[in-house]
């Protein structure tokens, strides 16, 4: 099996030290860092690269068998968000030390001997590792490069989406069959109107609410007139007769 999950951006100072001590904590804006990561963060003497050596290490499933593939990008927007939403967590652990605002657990707020104080350490971390997001996953570069995995894992909420379309609006939910040919044809239809779902709104680009609005008035009528067939129907609006032609 092969998966690209996120990854906890806690992680970063141990995946990232090998970075931060050759090329410091400055990041470019779409800058990629590809590594390993320890697959136990729990344990203290696990790393995932040797700080003392300048090259990133380049995953290998035989030879880092306790350890994953880590891909961190940097983002400027994202960095100009946690920015503003680290100063936001700030102030408010002020106010709670200040004694202005009660909170029952503030971040970047410690206790000692009952006294309350900001955690000016773990701000400044946080601070540090403003717009960086990271991915891991088990697939090597040579299968897929660290722009494809950052890619493929935001296509994922196009799979989310089929799930909970296929759930609601196919009606795979609840099922009432019992037998397992009656339960392999009634899910062979879901996932069938799936993909004819998904393929018009690749051909049209309208959604599919916005599909079923504008053929469910659409009817054909055939009728038999002096032994001839009369066909009539009602014509598509305007504008979807022009985004319905293949």
Do not use: C
Not at 41 to 50: F, M, V
Not at 86 to 100: F, H, I, M, P, S
Not at 122 to 129: D, E, G, I, M, P
Not at 134 to 157: C, K
């Amino acid at each position: 099996m092969r998966f690209i999950v996120g990854s906890r951006v806690t992680k970063a100072p141990k995946d990232l030290e090998s970075h931060f001590r050759w090329h410091g904590d400055a990041f470019t804006g779409g800058q990629i860092i590809d590594i390993i990561t320890p697959r136990d963060q729990r344990g203290k003497t696990t790393s995932a690269s040797d700080p003392m050596v300048k090259a990133e290490p380049v995953w290998n499933p035989k030879r880092h068998q306790r350890s994953w593939r880590a891909v961190w990008a940097y983002s400027t927007k994202r960095a100009v968000r946690d920015n503003k939403t680290l100063t936001l967590q700030e102030n408010k652990a002020r106010a709670v030390v200040d004694g202005e605002k009660t909170a029952k657990t503030p971040r970047f707020v410690k206790t000692t001997n009952g006294a309350r104080s900001l955690d000016e350490a773990s701000l400044t971390r946080a601070r540090r590792l403003v717009g960086l997001k990271g991915y891991v996953t088990n697939i090597p570069v040579t299968v897929m490069g660290a722009r494809e995995v950052i890619e493929s894992y935001h296509d994922l909420r196009r799979v989310e989406q089929s799930f909970r379309k296929s759930k609601t609006d196919l009606r795979a939910r609840p099922m009432f069959h019992h037998t397992r040919d009656a339960i392999k044809a009634h899910l062979t239809i879901v996932f069938a109107a799936l993909a004819v779902a998904r393929y018009l709104q690749e051909v049209t680009g309208l959604s599919v609410r916005k599909i079923v609005q504008t053929l469910r008035p659409l009817q054909q009528i055939s009728v038999r007139i002096a032994w001839h067939e009369h066909v009539a129907h009602n014509p598509l609006p305007h504008k979807p007769q022009r985004s319905f032609t293949p």
